[in-house]
T-cell receptor, first 113, second 112 residues
Framework: QKEVEQNSGPLSVPEGAIASLNCTYS??????FFWYRQYSGKSPELIMS????GDKEDGRFTAQLNKASQYVSLLIRDSQPSDSATYLC?????????????FGKGTKLSVIP | KAGVTQTPRYLIKTRGQQVTLSCSPI?????VSWYQQTPGQGLQFLFE???????NKGNFPGRFSGRQFSNSRSEMNVSTLELGDSALYLC???????????FGPGTRLLVL
């Protein structure tokens, strides 16, 4: 059973601060890692993907992956109230030629103006 | 390009009934996955279809079934509805199973 663990939060940060979201996963065979953002009442949308160890930056977002520690994180710099949402850590593993996404339960982020 | 569409958006059923939900993927996408989202369990994988074939299935009872048509549209069916089936059902499409998945707006099902 593949598991993805996230702190459910809520995580509250002041506007302009750095928000740090963390995730651990159980399947060492996982190949791909994603962060999805879900606003209340909306469907998830992909914001970052990362496939190899290290950091990947996209605008105000930085994803970090450490496969040895089975750890993924997302940093949001200069947090804005519009970043307030639930962030879902997602892993994709492969087995027998099929691909399946396993979602964490999400961390709720609240950016305080 | 139009996004993933799901119909209906909202549905109210009673226990014991059955329901069929529909998903139209982004044009050109051949892979469709279905997920159930509840406050307690989060997003859970139901099944994945590619080129009309079910490639993967999550840990759900046989009351949950699906299919994909030759135009890549997909339907999922839940028979003998239970109160616990109340959830947001999300469909996601991708060009192939290994590509990025894009989610539809979901169908919110309430079972009374």
């Amino acid at each position: 059973q593949k598991e993805v663990e996230q702190n459910s939060g809520p995580l509250s940060v002041p506007e302009g601060a750095i928000a740090s979201l963390n995730c651990t996963y159980s399947d060492r065979g996982s190949q791909s890692f994603f962060w999805y953002r879900q606003y209340s009442g909306k469907s998830p949308e992909l914001i970052m993907s990362i496939y190899s160890n290290g950091d990947k930056e996209d605008g105000r977002f930085t994803a970090q992956l450490n496969k040895a520690s089975q750890y993924v994180s997302l940093l949001i710099r200069d947090s804005q109230p519009s970043d307030s949402a639930t962030y879902l850590c997602v892993i994709e593993g492969s087995g027998a030629g099929s691909y399946q996404l396993t979602f964490g339960k999400g961390t709720k982020l609240s950016v305080i103006p | 390009k139009a996004g993933v569409t799901q119909t209906p958006r909202y549905l109210i059923k009673t226990r014991g009934q059955q329901v069929t939900l529909s998903c139209s993927p982004i044009s050109g996408h051949r892979s469709v996955s279905w997920y159930q989202q509840t406050p307690g369990q989060g997003l859970q994988f139901l099944f994945e279809y590619f080129s009309e074939t079910q490639r993967n299935k999550g840990n759900f009872p046989g009351r949950f079934s699906g299919r994909q048509f030759s135009n890549s549209r997909s339907e999922m069916n839940v028979s003998t509805l239970e109160l616990g089936d109340s959830a947001l059902y999300l469909c996601a499409s991708s060009s192939t199973p290994t590509e990025t998945q894009y989610f539809g707006p979901g169908t919110r099902l309430l079972v009374l």
